[in-house]
Nanobody
């Protein structure tokens, strides 16, 4: 069992930056692939970024490539999402997720989810 707690969300103007953190409980964090998803009001949850257990494989949604960066610190049981050049369309609740098997872009590929943190980008 893994419990995930996101933090770092908030309100920022377009062009600004935020860094999200996801703290995981449990001794097996380093064996999980981790992902970030987001969900805007009235829309389905969508993939943002994912990182393998070793950090050797990283995936990004096309909409965030070049602006967002995912990283992890296994010694701290934490995964990060650095978000730069934020746009109003990045406004959403951001969720952290853990996958037992491998990195995935589908919601169904993840086994554990956090409660989410709100990111609001104003124009």
């Amino acid at each position: 069992q893994v419990q995930l707690v996101e933090s770092g969300g908030g309100s920022v103007q377009a062009g600004g930056s935020l860094r999200l953190s996801c703290a995981a409980s449990g001794r097996t964090f380093s064996t999980y692939a981790m992902g970030w998803f987001r969900q805007a009001p009235g829309k389905e949850r969508e993939f943002v970024a994912a990182i393998s257990w070793s950090g050797g494989r990283i995936l990004y949604a096309d909409s965030v490539k070049g602006r967002f960066a995912i990283s992890r610190a296994n010694a701290k049981n934490t995964v990060y999402l650095q978000m730069n050049s934020l746009k109003p369309e990045d406004t959403a609740v951001y969720y952290c997720a853990a996958a037992k098997v491998t990195v995935a872009v589908e919601v169904a590929g993840y086994d554990y989810w956090g409660q989410g943190t709100q990111v609001t980008v104003s124009s």
